[in-house]
DNA sequence: GGACCCTTTCCTGGTT
DNA sequence: TAACCAGGAAAGGGTC
């Protein structure tokens, strides 16, 4: 009772400071700047500096995952104070979690604690964490740089990387594809794209993730919103006249939104996985991907998308691109017939089979 | 700078 | 009717 009490507290001192220092609040409208954008159902922080970003709370620079007992309150008070909530029907005694167990809320607990404002707490942690995935990714990068190892242990993710905080700050990019397709639980990653609540769909701290994902592509954007709105310009459907779009690929940013964009990016980074390469290494861990893909003869490499639609919207983030559908997917998968990286499996819809230009799918390479 | 490769996008037509 | 498949055509962007 007594944590129910300094948890009011906090509450209080939190909301008092805010209505004192009403120019100083958050800029976390952020966690719905972009929210129109239903489709991507997220949203992040601006990287704008702004005057007020000195008072800005201590959650607004931690990960979730991370953040302490009082930061979670200090969250929650927030979101409290931004939606006018009233306060007093909240059972304090149940907030009284880190951001560890915060995380792991489904949007059922969040209700039950926080009632009408439970949606909307599960929401807004929902859009930070799934940017945090990309961080994660981004984590995961670098330290493939320097260990080669395939996987992250889950360890590390949970002691944290200072400096990958700090890439936080500075790359939190919407995931589409996290935030809509993916019901992802440490040491589970399924798609659902129907699914929005059930269990928390935002961690993804427990799970491994295949090196390939790390490439370039898949790294997080500059969160700032002009930037943003430039990425996936050449992307959108019907900006020609009468609706109709000249064939091929559209242009893509101008320098200065891809410089702005890929300020950390190496001018000359490699070429990213190739489409097969991804498919593959969705196939051989199978312990991520879980109703997305599947093997439907292992050792002869015939395999049936499940949810082409997510793997598409997958190789879309990772290609920086949030147009990508399974329409354009299998057509690129269609060029490899003539390579022999896959080859046709006839009259059987969502199924490919490996060639023999293709490589790393076979039980016995993997061994 | 240009060739080449690998997609990406659009499209038409066919199949399930 | 929708989803998928097949493949031509055109184009962008990265690499060499």
């Not at 889950?154 to 990387?161: A, M, Q």
């Not at 701290?205 to 370039?216: N, Q, T, Y």
Request: proline share 5%.
């Amino acid at each position: 009772m007594a944590g129910s009490c300094e948890i009011s507290n906090i509450f209080s001192n939190y909301i008092s400071a805010m209505y004192q220092a009403d120019e100083g609040q958050p800029s976390l409208d952020v966690l719905g700047q972009h929210g129109n954008d239903s489709t991507l159902g997220l949203s992040v922080p601006t990287s704008q500096p702004s005057a007020e970003s000195a008072e800005k709370p201590e959650w607004f620079s931690e990960l979730p995952y991370f953040w302490t007992k009082v930061q979670v309150l200090e969250w929650i008070s927030y979101h409290v104070e931004k939606n006018k909530y009233d306060a007093s029907s909240i059972d304090f005694s149940c907030c009284n979690m880190d951001g560890h167990t915060l995380c792991h809320c489904t949007r059922d607990q969040m209700r039950l604690i926080f009632g009408p404002l439970g949606d909307e707490l599960y929401d807004r942690l929902h859009e930070i964490t799934s940017d945090e995935l990309n961080w994660i990714i981004d984590l995961l990068e670098k330290e493939d740089a320097t260990s080669q190892e395939t996987f992250l242990d889950t360890t590390h993710l949970e002691l944290g990387n200072p400096g990958a905080k700090d890439s936080l700050e500075d790359m939190k990019f919407p995931s589409p594809f996290l935030s809509t397709d993916f019901t992802c639980l440490p040491g589970a990653m399924s798609p659902d794209s129907s699914d929005t609540s059930g269990q928390c769909s935002a961690y993804c701290l427990g799970c491994k993730i295949p090196s390939s994902w790390e490439d370039d592509g898949i790294l997080p954007q500059h969160r700032s919103r002009p930037c943003r709105d430039t990425v996936f310009a050449g992307g959108k459907k019907g900006d020609t006249k009468h609706g109709k779009r000249k064939r091929g690929r559209p242009r893509k940013l101008s320098k200065e939104s891809r410089d702005c964009l890929e300020s950390r990016k190496s001018k000359h980074s490699p070429r990213g996985t190739h489409l097969w390469e991804f498919i593959r290494d969705i196939l051989i861990h199978p312990e991520l991907n879980e109703g997305l893909m599947k093997w439907e003869d292992r050792r002869e490499g015939v395999f049936k998308f499940l949810r082409s639609e997510a793997v598409a919207q997958l190789w879309g983030q990772k290609k920086k691109n949030s147009s990508m559908t399974y329409e354009k997917l299998s057509r690129a998968m269609r060029y490899y017939y003539k390579r022999e990286i896959l080859e046709r499996v006839d009259g059987r819809r969502l199924v490919y089979k490996f060639g023999k230009n293709s490589s790393g799918w076979k039980e016995e390479e993997l061994d």
